[in-house]
């Protein structure tokens, strides 16, 4: 048996949003989120971390994680209103663990195509704040 172990490679993208929750006033995404909430957006450089199960054996793992990132996820976020541009976030609050949850989403399965197992992302939004999500079972 070969051994598994897991495997992280990390991207980083830019975009911006607006926190507010679909059906809710200025006012009340306001008091939600304060100036996060702001009418035009305000922007992060984000850093995802995607962690695959692979083994030893299997060539070519790193480049084959960052064609599906790039397809998946770059051309969709990168340099993007989230809000705005993206259809993934059209009813659903731009927040970091959203964001994380789209990524996966967008991830797993074109993932499992190119044979590979997504164990979980994380997207990082400031220096101190992430969210991480586990694959879907
Ligand atoms: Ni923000």
């Not at 495997?7 to 995404?29: K, M, T, W």
């Not at 008091?31 to 702001?38: D, E, P, R, V």
Request: proline share 5%.
């Amino acid at each position: 048996m070969p051994e598994r172990l897991q495997l992280q490679v990390s991207f980083e993208f830019s975009a911006s949003h607006r926190l507010a929750l679909p059906g809710c006033s200025d006012a009340e995404n306001h008091a939600l989120f304060g100036k996060c909430s702001n009418a035009n957006g305000h922007g992060h450089n984000y850093r995802l971390d995607v962690t695959v199960a692979t083994n030893p054996s299997v060539p070519n793992t790193v480049a084959t994680l960052e064609a599906v990132v790039d397809r998946e996820v770059m051309k969709r976020l990168d340099h993007k209103h989230l809000n705005l541009d993206c259809p993934e976030f059209a009813d659903l609050n731009p927040s970091v663990e959203h964001i994380a949850l789209v990524c996966r989403n967008l991830l797993q399965a074109p993932l499992a195509t190119a044979g590979l197992e997504l164990i979980s992302v994380t997207v990082w939004e400031t220096a101190k704040t992430c969210a991480t999500v586990q694959a879907a079972g």
